[in-house]
Each structure stands twice: as C-alpha cells, then as structure tokens.
C-alpha cells in the first residue's frame, strides 16, 4: 500500500530523513514517533506531495510519486485522508459544510454529499452537531470534524499528525479508539505523535524517526 523506497530529504544542510526505505501493507495502523524536530510531519507531507524527496521514491497504492505528473496530484490526494492538529477547520461554516467541502471541491451531486456527511459524522459520533459552528465545541469536538473530513471520500490511506496533542489526555484516548475503529474497517493509518503514553501497550508497529533516521519498536 505505501512503500518508501531509499528516501532522504534535506533542508538547506540539515538531514530530515536519511534513506528511509519501509513498507506499510494495506489496512495496518502504525504510529510514527520521535522527538520535536525529527521529521514526523515532513514524513507524512511527503505522502500527499506537500513535500517532496530529495532523493528515492514513494508510492501509494498504484501511483510512483516521483514520477507523478502535476495533473495527477489530485488522484492521489483523493486517496489520502489528513488529519491536523491544529484542525484546520473554517469558523464561518457549519459541521455539515466543514465535512462537506472537499466532496464539493470534486463537485459530488448534493444527494450524494448528504449521504456521505451524514455517514461520516455518524461514525464519529457528531450527526447531533451538524449545524454548529467549530468555536461552539470542545477541542475533542473539533478534532472528531477534521476526522469527519478526512474520512468522508473513503480514502485508502489516513494520516494523523499529531491528532491529540492539543487534547487532554481522556479525549485523546478517545480520539485514538475512533481511528482503531476506522483502522477495522479497511483504512490504512499512520499517526505522528511524540506522545509516549499514547503507545503504552498499543499492539501497533512502532515507527521512531531520530537524527535522520528510522527504527522499528513496539509499544512501551
């Protein structure tokens, strides 16, 4: 499913990410970790071609990023769902539009957009709150609409940067059973965290980013 291929990526002379070559088979959920500054969210802009490597290839499903023509980085963002920290949410519309926009942006039928919102905000427990706006809710709340968001094209892969760190920690164990539930359903999730707890006994891969470089754990 996605398959790092000898990856490097330098900003001016500092090392990102040295060599990098793993394999994410279709449908795992693997968390990346590691300290401040290790290359965490480089490592997932990479896969939806906000960055790009400086040496090696990626590939998602079918597609060869290296050799992905600027006409098909669209396809390929349709494949991927993203999650933020921040959550990147528009304060002037409501949860419903919020969840919606990115199936108006590919100019889905109306029919079909309530069909999908309304799915995706049930699978996050939020159908009640599909009129309010995001400074109404909790941080919790505002993190389960960006989930909404990024699961309601049915992407192949989801990716999480940080998805919790601006969460107490009871909503962040909530937040990371939601993406255990959407992980048995099909999807293929990587999360970027340097949350340590959040790993406490997790059965998941473990993958650790540090001074360039990448090694594989198990939970702590």
């Keep these: 499913m996605i398959t790092f291929q000898s990856v490097s990526k330098y900003y001016e002379y500092h090392t990102v990410l040295r060599n990098i070559t793993l394999t994410v088979p279709k449908g795992e959920m693997a968390f990346v970790t590691g300290p401040s500054g290790a290359g965490k969210s480089t490592f997932l802009k990479l896969m939806y071609l906000a960055e790009t490597p400086d040496e090696g290839d990626i590939s998602i499903d079918t597609l060869h990023l290296a050799s992905l023509k600027p006409s098909q980085v669209p396809l390929l963002r349709r494949r991927i769902g993203v999650v933020f920290q921040d959550f990147k949410l528009i304060n002037n519309l409501t949860v419903f539009d919020n969840v919606a926009l990115a199936l108006r942006i590919r100019k889905v039928a109306e029919r079909e957009i309530r069909s999908h919102v309304s799915e995706a905000l049930k699978k ?10 995001p400074k109404s809710l909790s941080g919790g709340e505002q993190q389960r609409v960006s989930i909404a968001r990024a699961i309601v094209a049915d992407p192949l892969v989801l990716l999480a940067d940080e998805p919790t760190g601006n969460l107490d920690p009871s909503t962040a164990l909530d937040i990371l059973k939601l993406f255990r539930d959407i992980n048995i359903q099909g999807t293929t999730i990587l999360i970027a965290t340097h949350n340590r707890e959040l790993l406490r ?6 993958l650790k980013l540090d001074g360039g470089g990448l090694s594989e754990e198990r939970g702590i």
């Design 124 to 133: 996050v427990n939020l159908r009640n709150l599909a009129d309010s706006y």
């Design 201 to 206: 006994g997790t059965d998941k891969r473990v």
